[in-house]
């Protein structure tokens, strides 16, 4: 069995349902969805587009490159605080697209790890091109005890080792099937199994050979069988360590009906 760590079932293509593409998703044997929030103002009309189907859980937060939806620290504070808000985030930094709002990114980042350190919530943590300034504000406002995960990770070794050192748990995306992803998959191999995840970003991100087309939470699979070739173990295995890290990092009770 799998567990797609990381899509976003609210923005799926037009033409594809979530209940169409998570029935789909459990007949490949997905037994689990986390749906990320990349919006507060859009967080309750995702909590509502998924509220009638089972073994789904939420996140809240704001991506680092919607800041023009940010929220303050207080509302994000309340959103955050309800049973069925599994993580806070995505959050994080991301200089490869928008350099020019670095601070306002910075002061989001750092109310998202408040937030997660009241709430003892891990964090969903989006990076790109801001290797040092990530790691640097996880090591100055984290607690000990929050945990969290660097999501469709693209980063080097160095970053994913001083991520796992913080509590971070590193999760694999699409891209790793991709023709230009040599060196991510070099550090896919050297990431400990038991800090490893599995997520699709759907919609986007589809993997090979889906690549072109609208990502969706099934092809999660295709992502665990190129992980588990790439580090030489079989799928099985790969697909139940993956699991029980989700349920262990996100603190999901497994559905057993």
């Not at 808000?85 to 980042?109: C, H, N, P, R, W």
Request: negative net charge; charged residues 25%.
């Amino acid at each position: 069995m799998f567990v797609d760590s990381h899509c976003h079932l609210d923005r799926l293509d037009e033409n594809t349902s979530i209940k169409d593409a998570i029935a789909f998703a459990k007949g490949r044997g997905v037994e689990h969805f986390l749906c990320v929030c990349v919006s507060v103002k859009e967080f309750d009309a995702m909590c509502s587009a998924v509220s009638d189907l089972d073994d789904i859980s939420v996140s809240c937060g704001v991506h680092p490159l919607h800041q023009e939806d940010a929220c303050d620290k207080q509302t994000l504070l309340e959103k955050s605080n309800q049973s069925h808000v599994v993580a806070i985030g995505e959050t994080g930094l991301d200089y490869f697209y928008s350099a020019e709002t670095k601070e306002t990114q910075m002061q989001s980042f750092i109310d998202h790890i408040q937030v997660a350190n009241e709430l003892n919530k891990p964090l969903i943590i989006h990076t790109r091109g801001a290797k040092e300034d990530t790691l640097n504000v996880l090591k100055e406002h984290k607690n000990e005890s929050t945990k969290g995960v660097f999501h469709c990770f693209t980063e080097d070794l160095d970053m994913a080792l001083q991520g796992i050192e913080l509590g971070m748990y590193i999760s694999i995306s699409g891209i790793v099937t991709f023709n230009s992803a040599k060196e991510l998959r070099d550090v896919v191999k050297q990431v400990p199994l038991d800090k490893l995840l599995i997520e699709t970003d759907s919609p986007w991100l589809a993997p090979v050979p889906h690549r072109g087309k609208s990502n969706q939470p099934g092809y999660v699979v295709e992502v665990a069988e190129f992980i588990a070739e790439l580090k030489g173990i079989s799928v099985d295995e790969l697909g139940k360590a993956t699991t029980e890290n989700f349920y262990n990092l996100f603190n999901v009770t497994k559905n057993l009906n």
